[in-house]
């Protein structure tokens, strides 16, 4: 039997990544769906907002600045080498 390939542990790091991408995948939706209840973002002191008539403006700017400091913390702490 020391001749013999097991194919089975072969693909186990597939099923691990699909198990992982659908929980993300679900956590991403709840914050989709509850997201807006729960914390005020789109809507912060500092995000551009203009109307004029039929024109409407709006650049949600600290929330992007806030966003993108999160996901950068949380990628350097799981991206780490």
Request: proline share 5%; net charge positive; glycine share 12%.
């Amino acid at each position: 039997m020391a001749g013999q390939v097991r194919l089975v542990g072969e693909w186990s790091w597939l099923g691990r990544a699909l198990v992982l991408m659908g929980a993300l995948l679900v956590l991403f939706g709840l914050v989709l769906w509850l997201g807006p209840r729960l914390w005020p973002f789109g809507r912060l002191p500092g995000d551009i907002y203009y109307q004029k008539g039929q024109f409407t403006l709006y650049f949600p700017l600290v929330t992007c600045l806030i966003v993108s400091l999160v996901l950068t913390l949380l990628l350097n702490l799981f991206l780490r080498r």
